[in-house]
C-alpha cells in the first residue's frame, strides 16, 4: 500500500562511474557473428564500458560514491549505511559493501549486498528508504553496481552484445513533509522463471570444478526469447499499476527511468502508459545493460541533463533475472 504521508525518504544526491575503455558493435563483430545492425536494431545498443585490467565492482561503487559525496559536500563518516545492489560482487564474501565502506572510510556505517539481478537498485532503493522511514537511519548510501564483464561469455553472440560494465550511486535522507521522495513501491518476485536467466555455476548447487568451467557454467545464460516475453509485459504491467494506484496519468509523469534492457521493453512500457519521447530516460544506446546501475545511471544523466527539477514525478520501473520486477514512484526534490 502506499505509504503513511508522514515521513518519506528522499534522493539528495546521484553519483555515477563507467569505465574508460570503450567497446563498440563494430568491436564484436570482430569477436562473434554479429553485426552492428542486427544490434542497434534488436536492441538499441551502440556501446559499452568495460572494466580496465584488476577493476572489479567495488572500485567502480566507490568511484560512484566518492562522486556523491564530493556532490552532497559531506563526509564519509556521515554515512549510516551502504547497500550495494550486484549480481557480480567482487568476491561471495565478504560483502562489496564493506569494501566499499572500507575505500570510502565511511566509519560510522554498516552495509550489505542485495542480489536482485536489474531489479537490484529498485529492491535496494526501497529497502533503503524504509530505513530512514523507520527514523533508523538519517543517510543511507544506496548503489547499483555491476562487471557484466566478468560474467560473460565472449563467444556467444546471444548475450554479449546485451552488457556493459558501470555504477551508479544515490543518497537517502529524510523528507518531514511526506509529499516529496519514495511515495510508492511495488516489487515482486517469480523464481519459477530462474532457469530462464541466471549464472549456475560457483554456488552450492554447482560449487567451481573443471566440469563447471569447462560446460561455461560460469557464465550469464539467458534464454532471451522467454526472458524478452515475461520482461515486455511483466515491465509494463507494473509500471502502469504504480501510475493508476497513484492516481498518475501519462501528462503528470515528468519523467519514467526504466531499466535499460532492450530498448524494445522499454518502448512497450512507454506506449502502455501514453508517454512522450521526451519524458522518457533511455541510455541503453552507450551503457547497453549494466544490470543493476541502469536506473541510478540514468538518474545521474538526468541530473546532468537538467531534465529533473524538485516536484517533478518520477517512476522508475525493471524487470530482471529472477524473475524480479518493480516499480516505484517518487517526488524529485533538490538534488546536487
Ligand atoms: N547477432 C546476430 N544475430 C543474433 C544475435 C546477434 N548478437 N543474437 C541472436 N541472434 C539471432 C538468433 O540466433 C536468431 O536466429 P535464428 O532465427 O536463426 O534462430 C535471431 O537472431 C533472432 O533471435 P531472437 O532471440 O528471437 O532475437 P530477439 O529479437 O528476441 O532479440 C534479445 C534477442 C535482444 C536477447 C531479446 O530477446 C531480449 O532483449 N531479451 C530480454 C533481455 C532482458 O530483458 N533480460 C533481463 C534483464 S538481464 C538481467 O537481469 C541480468
Same mark, same amino acid.
Given at each position: 500500500m502506499p505509504l503513511p504521508p508522514n515521513r518519506t525518504a528522499k534522493i539528495t544526491a546521484v553519483g555515477k562511474y563507467l569505465p574508460e575503455r570503450v567497446i563498440t558493435n $563494430?568491436?564484436? &563483430?570482430? /569477436?562473434?557473428d554479429?553485426?552492428? &545492425?542486427?544490434?542497434?536494431?534488436?536492441?538499441?545498443?551502440?556501446?559499452?564500458?568495460?572494466?580496465? *585490467?584488476?577493476?572489479?565492482?567495488?572500485?567502480?561503487?566507490?568511484?560512484?560514491?566518492?562522486?556523491?559525496?564530493e556532490k552532497r559536500q559531506i563526509d564519509p563518516e556521515e554515512i549510516d549505511c551502504i547497500i550495494v545492489a550486484t549480481v557480480t560482487p567482487d568476491m561471495f564474501f565478504p560483502a562489496t559493501a564493506c569494501l566499499v565502506q572500507n575505500n570510502l572510510g565511511a566509519s560510522r556505517a554498516w552495509g550489505y549486498d542485495l542480489s536482485a539481478a536489474c531489479?537490484?537498485?529498485?529492491?535496494?532503493?526501497?529497502?533503503?528508504?524504509?530505513?530512514?522511514?523507520?527514523?533508523?537511519?538519517?543517510?543511507?548510501?544506496?548503489?547499483?553496481?555491476?562487471?557484466?564483464?566478468?560474467?560473460? *561469455?565472449?563467444?556467444?553472440?546471444?548475450?554479449?552484445? /546485451? $552488457?556493459?560494465?558501470?555504477?551508479?550511486?544515490?543518497? /537517502?535522507?529524510?523528507?518531514?513533509?511526506?509529499?516529496?521522495?519514495?511515495?510508492?513501491?511495488?516489487?515482486r518476485c517469480d523464481g519459477s522463471g530462474a532457469e530462464y536467466?541466471?549464472?549456475?555455476g560457483?554456488?552450492?548447487?554447482?560449487?567451481p570444478r573443471a566440469e563447471t568451467v569447462a560446460g561455461k557454467k560460469h557464465y550469464l545464460y539467458q534464454d532471451g526469447r522467454i526472458v524478452f516475453k515475461y520482461a515486455i509485459k511483466l515491465m509494463a504491467d507494473i509500471t502502469a499499476e504504480v501510475a493508476q494506484r497513484n492516481g498518475l496519468k501519462s501528462e503528470d509523469i515528468q519523467l519514467f527511468i526504466p531499466h535499460q534492457?532492450?530498448?524494445?521493453?522499454? !518502448?512497450?512500457?512507454?506506449?502502455?502508459?501514453?508517454?512522450?519521447? !521526451?519524458?522518457?530516460?533511455?541510455?541503453?544506446?552507450?551503457y547497453a545493460n549494466t544490470t543493476a546501475a541502469t536506473i541510478p545511471l540514468g538518474m545521474a544523466d538526468a541530473v546532468e541533463?537538467?531534465?529533473?527539477?524538485?516536484?517533478?514525478?518520477?517512476?522508475?520501473?525493471a524487470f530482471g533475472a529472477g524473475f524480479t520486477w518493480g516499480g516505484i514512484y517518487l517526488r524529485w526534490s533538490e538534488v546536487f
Open positions: $563494430f568491436d564484436l &563483430e570482430k /569477436l562473434v554479429t553485426t552492428d &545492425e542486427w544490434i542497434r536494431t534488436r536492441t538499441g545498443i551502440i556501446e559499452r564500458r568495460q572494466v580496465g *585490467d584488476g577493476e572489479a565492482t567495488s572500485h567502480m561503487a566507490t568511484a560512484a560514491a566518492r562522486d556523491l559525496l531489479s537490484g537498485f529498485l529492491f535496494a532503493l526501497d529497502a533503503g528508504a524504509r530505513m530512514i522511514e523507520s527514523g533508523s537511519s538519517t543517510k543511507v548510501m544506496v548503489i547499483g553496481a555491476d562487471t557484466m564483464s566478468s560474467i560473460i *561469455d565472449y563467444t556467444d553472440r546471444a548475450t554479449c552484445v /546485451l $552488457f556493459g560494465d558501470g555504477a551508479g550511486a544515490v543518497l /537517502l535522507e529524510a523528507c518531514e513533509e511526506g509529499n516529496e521522495g519514495i511515495l510508492d513501491s511495488i516489487l536467466l541466471c549464472m549456475e560457483g554456488g552450492s548447487l554447482h560449487p534492457a532492450n530498448q524494445r521493453i522499454i !518502448d512497450a512500457s512507454v506506449e502502455r502508459l501514453g508517454l512522450r519521447e !521526451d519524458q522518457v530516460l533511455s541510455n541503453i544506446d552507450y541533463q537538467g531534465r529533473l527539477k524538485p516536484g517533478d514525478n518520477v517512476v522508475l520501473a
